[in-house]
Structures are given as C-alpha cells and as structure tokens.
C-alpha cells in the first residue's frame, strides 16, 4: 500500500468529546464508524485508494464492533452489496474511483436506484477530475441526475466531511433512495481536526444477524415494478428528499454585505473561492466574504424554494461549476427565468469552460464576474489584482526564456514491467510497427517515450477485449496488454474468456506483479503475499488452463532477451488460437518495502548483507546510450566524458540504482555493450572476505604501479 496506517487507526476508537486529528479519507472512516453501519465493501483507486488501506488496517476493530469488510473484486461486486439495504432496515457503504469505476457499477446502481433502499446506502466516490487526475475527465453528476440518485459534494473540511456521511445515511433513509458523496483529490487528503462521537455498533452485524430472509415483489426490478419504480423516483422519493434536505438544512448560507452579489458554490469548490475572496480582499482570514455565498453540499437534487430566496433581490450571481456540462448553471437559469425573476446568471461567461478551477482561475473569474455585475471601476481594480497575483507565471517564462517541459509520469526505478517494454520495443525492429491494445494500470505508462507503446486504451482489464475489433483485420497478430489486478476485475471474462470462446488468434501478455500497483499496490486474489485473514491465493495459470489456453509460456520479467524470443515465437507459430505470456516479476517498491526492514535488522543484528547494483565503466562507454532509449530507468542518467579527445556523453548509474539489471539486459539484447559492470556490496563481511579484500587492493595497487612506472619510461 501507499502507507500503512495501523498508527492511526488508534484514532479510530476516540469517544463522544475527543478530538480527531487526521486526514480526510481517517475523518471518513470515523464518520462511518459513528453512523452504525453494518457493511462497508470497495475497490481500490485513486483519491480514494486508502480508504480501502485504512478499513484493512482497522480489522480488528471493525469485527469488535460486528461490522463486514470487504475489498471487492470490482467497484460492480461493490455496488451489489448495496442490495443488502433494499429489504433490510441496515446501513452500508462502498467506495471507489469516480467516474470509471462507477461506469463499472453502473447495471447495479441503476437496479438499486430502481427498487430503491430500506436502509442508508452510500456511495463513496474520489471525484478525480482535473489537473491532478490520472483518468478521462468526467463528472459524477450526469450519472446522478441520470439514475435518480442523490449527490452530496461536502465542503473539504473535516467538520463537513464527518457531518455529510452521517448526513448522507439521514437522507439515504428519509427518501429510499441511495446517496452519492463525492470526495476531490483536495477533500481526501486535506488535514485538520473535528470533535468526535462515540461508534455505534449496527442493530443488525456478524455478531447480530438477521434471523429470516424477506420477499417483496415490488422491489424487483421486472415490469410491471418498473414502471411503479419510475413513478416513485419521480413522485414519492424525490420530494422526500427535497423536504429532507430543506428540514436539516443541507445546504448552507453565508451572509455578506455586499447583499446584491452573490455566490453559487458546490461545497466541494468552497475553499477555492474563500481563498481567492481572502486574496482580493473580500474576505477574512476566518472565511467571513464581503459577498453572500450559498454552498451547495448537496449538488443534486437542487432546492429550488432555497435557490429563489438566495437570489432574490440580488443583481446577478456567479454559478462556480467546474467541467461540463454546465449542469447547475443551467438549472439556475431555468429556475430563476420560471420564475420571472430578473436576476443575471454568470458562470462559464467569466470561467473557463472546462477544467479544473485552479487558484489562479478563481482569481481571474471572480474578478471577471464583479466587472460584469456592474462594479466595473471595483471589478478592475480586482482584475489587475488578480493579474498580479497570477504574474509570476509570465516572470517565470521571461527567465527562463521558453516553456518548462511537460514532465508525464513514468515506470518507477526497478519496475518490472519496463524491461516486458523493452523486449516488445526491440521485437518491433524486426516486426515493424504492432498494433498493441493496451490497458489501465501502471503498465499503461508504456504508451509514453521513450517505448511508445499501446494503440487504445479502453478500460481497465479490456486490453484484450479490445483487441477484437482490430485483430482479423490485421496481417499480423495483434499484442494486448493486461495486469494481474485488470485479470482479475474484469480482464479474465472479458478478455480471456470471450478469446477463447470466439477462436482469437492473438498474443495477450499479462504482466504479473502481484499487486493493484497503479492504486497503492494493495492485494488481488493471486498477490503473494495475502493478509492474515486471507492465506490462499489463486492461480492465473490455473484459470488460464481451466478455459482452455494452451499455449501458454512464463517468462521472468527482467529477462529481456528471453521476453523478446517469446515474442517472436508467439507472433510466428503457426498454433492458432490464444497465447499468453505471463510475465513475471514482483512490484519493485513492494519488493523494496518488504526487504528493507528485513535488510535494516540484519545490519543492526550484525548480521552479512549483499547489495546488487550495477555501474557503467566510463572509459569503455561509447555514448550509444541504447542502454537510456531501450528502458528508460530514472537511475540512469548522462554525465560529461571523462576523456578530453571524446564529446559525446557517457552513461551513469546514480544512487537510486535497485540491482534490477535491466539497463544491462536492454543493452546487451540490442547490441554488445561491455560498459555495464555488476557490483556486490558486502556489509559486515566475513573474516575470509576480509582477507581477501585486503590481498585484492595490494595485487590492484602493484599492478597499477607497475602500469604507471611503464607509462613513465620515454620510447
């Protein structure tokens, strides 16, 4: 994982009164802690990721309280389990990556949506949108407002966040109806502190079970329930929730002097704009704006009895939306015109139109907005302001005299999917140009320099799935690319299944690391090393047999020229039909997590250590550099030749060498290279390794005397 947080797991277990200090994905725990729930399931990934680490971590205290854990196979396993609050009186919550894991989730959540819940369902989603994000850019609401189900976006801090999830149960409950609370990057991480109440052990848990299962046919979703469905979404459950949210006033208002301005705000932007309000002088440091804010902690459904109040009277307000479409603007706008209210609706006129509303695109749209709305010697006064706060951008392009580059992500040092790259890059020489189908996770970093490698990207383990449009059209085998965790969540029926069954003839590698690495390199069924409570792992060769491939090889990761053999004969065997090659080869940084403290109390026992790392002999390095273009390793670097009758630099190894080897490999599969060296380093040495250390430097040191004393007699 990320981090283990067994340390503040403690935090967990603070009672009515006590004061937590934390994160914002601890502060979630907590509040799910507090509001009774009976299950708690998710699949791992970012902003969210931890929350899984976090519930793992909490086991014991978990099952001391009779609560169920699961870590889902998929966010669509997640969302099923929900079905549990549809007959029965109990609360239960999932977690995952918003918006490509609900997409996973969405034939579950829409069934759920339709019967509807008896007990609080809650939806816990990491809103990645924006710079920070490392999916599509998507937004959660359109699914909301598609499916009927209610949207929480709470204010990022740990007070709001706390409240907005026992919130969330409250509303959940009062309108049957599952709840959505979508956490930013920002939300998840922010740190602060709240005061506590104590955990409610649930009504019904493992230690309290449900004694008698229950039928009702009108929560099945077959005609004619649907249609009834339908018809409560609309005009049962929706109102429900509409009185429930005005009743426990969800939604909050901040008074401002300036009473014919105003702000619209999604709770979740509420920082943002109180930070770029402080930086204009229209507010505080305790947040108190000069202009009237209405923070929408519940996004959708929108209250329009609270939206006229808030406007009336006022001139125009500012509708901050990130992302498109411009859903909430458009509603404002509709509601106020209905209503015949002549208050001006600003919004993507003074913002961007997509995008992540940044410090500096606050700054600009709120000084925009206040020109606009009539305070036009004020408003550009702000504007200049907010020129100037944001110009440090122009003053760095003048002295730096060009842009910065762009900087993508890539493989971490050691990773053992780089050196699969390299062997698919150097095949490619002699069979041109492949069309590879490549899939989510670490391994989707391929596609960037120096390999360049993956054609589409599709979903997460439908790298071969989504080879099967483009494969007999090709003249030659196409190459897909999956993970172990994309194996497991979807890739193997998918992909695997749906190969065989259809007689693809194609080549699927499937890098085995042993973990959902890409999300903090957190368990799959076939990780090596299970929790406690979960010892047995399964096989993917033995899933792969049991449907029937038969050509199968598994190669060690970090063997480059042995990958690269096994490509070419799985491209040039005349066998039809699917072939797999599982690459293997453990995560680097799990490795490295899992080694060094065995390596740290070794050393301190005393105890003999061997490091690996290898070295690139200056003299003899050419400058070829084959070794940085075929792997692309963070250690290896350039550095001036020594030797003053040669310009081209050399390559070097710096100190975030893992010993992996792949440098040397890569350099070796593409062409000689007798500049790579291999080197042991020996802590707390033996007596003999001692002796001999000693006799090697004086047979070294008279050798290279004698050189220097031949070196100085004239011809």
């Known amino acids: ?175 049957q109806t599952p709840v959505m609370m979508q956490l930013r990057i920002r939300a998840c991480h922010v740190h602060g502190s709240f005061v506590c109440k104590d955990n409610v052990a649930p009504q019904v848990s493992t230690r309290l079970g449900l004694r008698d299962g229950k039928f009702d046919y009108a929560k099945i979703n077959l005609p004619p329930s649907t249609y009834e469905h339908e018809r409560q979404k609309v005009q049962v459950r929706w109102p429900a929730a509409l009185e429930h949210i005005r009743r426990a006033r969800l939604n909050e208002h901040f008074p401002g002097a300036r009473a014919n301005l105003g702000l619209v705000v999604p709770g979740g932007l509420y920082n943002g704009v109180i930070r770029a309000l402080q930086q204009l002088g229209l507010a505080d440091v305790f947040g108190a704006s000069e202009v009237p804010i209405y923070v929408l902690n519940v996004v959708y459904p929108l209250v329009p009895e609270e939206l006229q109040a808030f406007c009336q009277g006022k001139d125009a307000v500012l509708v901050v939306e990130e992302g498109q479409p411009d859903y909430i603007e458009e509603a404002l706008n509709a509601l106020l015109r209905k209503a015949g209210a002549a208050t001006r609706v600003h919004g993507k006129d003074v913002f961007p139109l997509a995008g992540e509303y940044t410090g500096e695109v606050m700054l600009r749209g709120l000084a925009d907005y206040l020109r606009q709305a009539g305070l036009a010697r004020e408003g550009e006064r702000l504007h200049q302001a907010a020129g100037a706060l944001t110009g440090y951008k122009r003053a760095a392009l003048q002295a730096l005299g060009e842009p910065v580059p762009n900087r993508p992500p890539g493989f971490c040092v050691g990773c053992p999917e780089r050196p699969v790259f390299s062997a698919i890059k150097l095949a490619q020489q002699q069979l041109g140009p492949l069309h590879v189908s490549a899939d989510i996770g670490c391994h989707t970093f391929g596609t960037l320099a120096p390999f360049n490698i993956g054609s589409t990207v599709l979903g997460y383990g439908l790298g071969l799935a989504s080879s099967s449009g483009i494969a007999p059209l090709m003249q030659k085998r196409v190459v897909s690319v999956m993970g172990d965790g994309g194996f497991w969540h979807n890739g193997f029926t998918s992909g695997v299944v749906n190969a065989m069954y259809n007689g693809q003839d194609s080549v699927l590698v499937i890098l085995k690391n042993g973990y959902t690495s890409a999300t903090g390199t957190q368990a799959i069924p076939s990780s090596p090393s299970q929790p406690a409570a979960k010892p047995l792992t399964l096989d993917i060769e033995a899933a792969l047999r049991g449907v029937g491939v038969k050509w199968l090889r598994k190669v060690p990761s ?16 005349p066998e039809g039909g699917l072939k797999v090659i599982i690459a293997d080869g453990e995560c680097q940084l799990e490795r490295q997590r899992r080694l060094k403290p065995l390596t740290a109390r070794k050393l301190k026992n005393g105890e003999r250590v061997v490091r690996t790392r290898f070295g690139i002999d200056e003299d003899v390095c050419t400058g070829d550099h084959s070794c940085i273009r075929l792997s692309g390793c963070p250690s290896l670097s350039i550095k001036p030749n020594p030797s003053a009758l040669r310009t081209d630099p050399v390559a070097t190894v710096n100190q975030g060498c893992v010993g992996c080897g792949l440098c040397g490999e890569v350099a070796h599969a593409a062409q000689l290279c007798p500049s790579f060296f291999k080197a042991e380093v020996v802590q707390n040495p033996t007596a003999w390794e001692r002796r001999a250390d000693r006799w090697r430097r004086r047979i070294i040191g008279a050798l290279a005397g004698r050189a220097r004393g031949i070196e100085g007699v004239a011809p």
Do not use: C
Not at 560 to 573: G, K, P, Q
């Open 558 to 573: 970090y063997q480059v020229a042995d990958m690269r053999r096994t490509l070419d004969e799985a491209m040039s065997t």
């Open 1 to 175: 994982m990320e981090r283990s947080f067994a340390r503040e797991v403690g935090n967990l277990s603070l009672g009515a009164g006590q004061v937590f200090h934390g994160e914002g994905i601890l502060a979630v725990t907590k509040a799910l802690l507090q509001s009774g729930v009976s299950y708690i399931g998710g699949y791992q990934g970012a902003p969210v990721s931890h929350l899984i680490d976090v519930l793992g971590d909490a086991q014991g205290l978990l099952q001391e309280l009779g609560i169920y854990f699961e870590n889902s196979a998929s966010e669509a396993g997640a969302a099923a389990m929900l079905g549990a609050s549809i007959h029965y009186p109990v609360r239960g919550a999932v977690t995952w990556k918003s918006t490509v894991g609900t997409n996973v989730a969405s034939d579950a959540l829409s069934n759920l949506a339709s019967a509807g819940v008896t007990g609080g369902a809650l939806i816990i989603l990491g809103e990645d949108y924006g710079d920070g994000s490392s999916i599509i850019q998507e937004r959660t609401h359109a699914f909301a407002m598609k499916s009927q189900i209610w949207l929480m976006d709470p204010r990022p801090n740990l007070t709001s966040i706390v409240d907005a999830v026992e919130q969330a149960f409250e509303l959940s409950e009062a309108s």
